[in-house]
């Protein structure tokens, strides 16, 4: 059984930082491309983040480029998102993500690529 879990979220102050973690088990971990997205209240869940199963490519949502950066460590099976100079606008509930085998070209930036999903951690940044 494939599981995600997430942790890391919490309360930060606007310019603060957080780092969010997911922990991987069940899966081909080394096999899957990871990325994270996130859901405010009254929103749709968007995509935020992406890498591909070797950290060869990245792939940022425009809002939050030069703000955030993802990272995988294959050995642990985990993927992390360091997100800095947060904003209110920033807080939603952040899913880590997971597809695995996926072919060449796949848009990671669409959430119905993805096969499996957390069950969310929290942000949320206090102006």
């Known amino acids: 059984q494939v599981q995600l879990v997430e942790s890391g979220g919490g309360l930060v102050q606007a310019g603060g930082s957080l780092r969010l973690s997911c922990a991987a088990s069940g899966l081909t971990f080394s096999s899957s491309a990871m990325g994270w997205f996130r859901q405010a209240p009254g929103k749709e869940r968007e995509f935020v983040a992406a890498i591909t199963r070797n950290a060869g490519v990245t792939y940022y949502a425009d809002f939050v480029k030069g703000r955030v950066t993802i990272s995988r460590d294959n050995a642990k099976n985990t993927v992390n998102l360091q997100m800095n100079s947060l904003k209110p606008e920033d807080t939603a509930v952040y899913y880590c993500?997971?597809?695995?085998?996926?072919?060449?070209?796949?848009?990671?930036?669409?959430?119905?690529?993805?096969?499996?999903w957390g069950q969310g951690t929290q942000v949320t940044v206090s102006s």
């Open positions: 993500a997971g597809r695995r085998f996926a072919p060449s070209g796949t848009n990671w930036y669409q959430r119905a690529n993805y096969d499996y």
